[in-house]
């Protein structure tokens, strides 16, 4: 059944641009246009906290009045509320006059067919995707607030406008400083979008894709899509169909290495792959991803909004790319700010200079929103190493001076909000510390001198063993040179749980509490049992930014899923969308 947006009734000027089958487009909006107040029949609604000089008033009133969107129960509306997109998908259907209906299954894991959500999130599928976890889950992510991005394309989907005809994305370029942080899969419907007056930008020049909306901002965008631009979308394909499960990525059981039988696997997705920052030469470029140039990243990691923090160890430098405005920066350079002064238990004072510190690894502790760097320095000949909280200030979260001098630290993990992990190896040994992130001393847990417990080292290799720990409280996974340990902190305990013929990866990380790790372009999981799965193939990606992926170095996830990974060949930090 074909279902169009609600036309506006009280204005008929409204009325009949909404109710129009043609093409045309409503003339390019101006920056901030879509908050600014527009002709519309006035309205009567109270809220206690709207009042009536709010700039988005009279458009909240006509939605209210018209029950797209509702109030709370004390009697508040609560404009300023970020939107989440279960939130969204049902203002969006019921804008669209769409009845719902009760479904019994639901093509997301992380939304029961029970949960009031579902028959909007059902609804809704074809015009807010979905996201594929690591753990091959299909998730909507129902509490993550939406996105810009995400509105301009669920409402370009909706109206109908011809997605098959390329828009002109140079407008859209030339508009929006942040062009280049719009995700690559979305930069035509974005386009289609300001074509037909459905969003503009704001007065910076910046169109901001990832960051969240609000409740008001999320009305008066639903209130332009009733007035703008062809309006002939179909809800689904117009005929009964049946839910079925969603396909899930190649996933072949494999013991002792990964399988690539295709006899023995299920149809794969095509994955898009695009770049975020870099991509045209070496370089330590701040500004606009357009222009943004990095150099080597030797550690990477993602914080809960997205944003990615990245290690320059050459130039002693943290750089962060901006999800929120598309934009790279220094996030810290490694300088006084580093130094710290010390003194032992004789109260002989030490002095570590930060011209002495060696930077290793950025870790991110989801648990208590904070970025870290692991490094080693040397206050005369006493070696020490360090965990520094760089979140805001710059601070020594746990050190540890007792240890041999490392060559590297191959790893760090948090069982806890406010506990900490690593592990360091010299040539021939390996060992595990833990401390608390309160500026103390960090004990030795294990090493490899103790009958092989978490032996990655190997004197035949001059760097860093590719290693990854997954953490809970009482127990650390820990993958390395080929072999996963399950190590037992209280009392410490530990097991091989498999060794895998020196197979040769680029990188290793974790996320939903299995690990991951790459070749060339094929990414395999591992789940705590040691059995590795092809999870990402490589003749299943679809490179929208036209560069073939030879290498993935530091590999990371976002909190859609998604995979992140540095490529060495173009400089470039990069994502697999799945």
Not at 389 to 394: A, E, H, P, Y
Request: charged share 20%; glycine share 6%.
């Amino acid at each position: 059944m074909f279902k169009k947006l609600l036309s506006i009734t009280a204005v008929s000027v409204v009325a009949a641009t909404c109710m129009t089958t043609t093409t045309a487009s409503a003339a390019l909006p101006t920056y901030g246009e879509e908050w600014q107040a527009a002709d519309t029949t006035p309205q009567t609604v109270t809220f206690a906290d709207l009042p009536s000089i709010h700039w988005a008033n009279t458009y909240i009133a006509e939605m209210v009045n018209r029950k797209v969107i509702s109030g709370y129960p004390d009697g508040k509306f609560r404009p300023n509320n970020t939107i989440t997109r279960a939130e969204f998908a049902k203002i969006m259907i019921t804008a669209s006059g769409v009845t719902p209906k009760k479904v019994n299954y639901s093509s997301f894991s992380d939304i029961p067919a029970t949960n009031w959500a579902s028959p909007f999130i059902e609804a809704v599928k074809d015009y807010m995707t979905g996201y594929r976890t690591a753990d091959s889950s299909y998730i909507f992510n129902p509490s993550a607030p939406a996105t810009r991005e995400d509105v301009a394309v669920a409402l370009v989907k909706l109206k109908g406008y011809d997605t098959n005809r390329l828009p002109d994305q140079s407008t859209i370029k030339a508009m929006f400083r942040d062009y280049d942080g719009i995700s690559e899969s979305a930069k035509n419907y974005v386009a289609l979008a300001v074509e037909n007056g459905l969003v503009s930008g704001f007065q910076d020049e910046t169109f901001r894709p990832q960051a969240t909306i609000t409740r008001a901002e999320a009305t008066v965008m639903l209130w332009r899509a009733y007035q703008y631009g062809n309006d002939n979308k179909q809800i689904g394909d117009g005929q009964s169909t049946t839910t079925t499960a969603p396909s899930t990525p190649v996933s072949t059981p494999s013991n002792p290495a990964p399988s690539t039988d295709s006899s023995t696997t299920t149809p794969s997705a095509k994955f898009t792959v695009e770049t975020l920052v870099g991509g045209s030469a070496a370089g330590d470029v701040d500004g606009p991803v357009r222009t943004a140039k990095i150099n080597k990243i030797d550690s990477m990691v993602v914080d809960k909004d997205n944003n990615i923090y990245f290690l320059d160890a050459r130039n002693k430098k943290i750089r962060k790319f901006n999800s929120s405005n598309g934009t790279v920066e220094t996030f810290k350079t490694i300088d006084q700010s580093f130094n710290w002064d010390y003194k032992d238990a004789d109260g002989n004072a030490k002095h570590y200079d930060y011209s002495s510190l060696t930077p290793h690894k950025l870790a991110y502790n989801a648990a208590s929103n904070k970025v870290y760097l692991t490094a080693t320095g040397k206050a005369n000949t006493s070696p020490g190493i360090f965990v520094y909280d760089i979140t805001g200030n710059v601070s020594v979260a746990a050190y540890d001076l007792n240890s041999a001098n490392p060559h590297y630290i191959n790893f760090v993990a948090f069982p806890t909000a406010d506990t900490v992990l690593y592990g360091s190896n010299d040539w021939d040994e390996s060992y595990m510390y833990e401390g608390k992130l309160n500026g103390s001393q960090m004990d030795l847990v294990a090493s490899s001198q103790d009958n092989g417990i978490i032996d990655i080292s190997d004197s035949s290799y001059g760097y860093a063993p590719v290693a990854a720990a997954y953490a809970t409280e009482n127990n650390v996974y820990v993958f390395g040179r080929s072999k996963l340990y399950n190590l037992q902190l209280f009392p410490v305990k530990a097991e091989k749980v498999i060794e895998y013929d020196r197979m040769g990866f680029s990188s290793v990380g974790t996320y939903n509490s299995k690990l991951y790790m790459t070749q060339v372009n094929t990414v395999y999981e591992m789940g705590t049992d040691g059995q590795m799965t092809t999870f990402v193939k490589g003749e299943d990606l679809v490179y929208n930014d036209g560069t073939t992926i030879k290498e993935m170095q530091q590999l990371s996830f976002d909190t859609n899923g998604n995979i992140l990974f540095y490529d060495p060949n173009s400089y470039s930090i990069r994502r697999i969308n799945l």
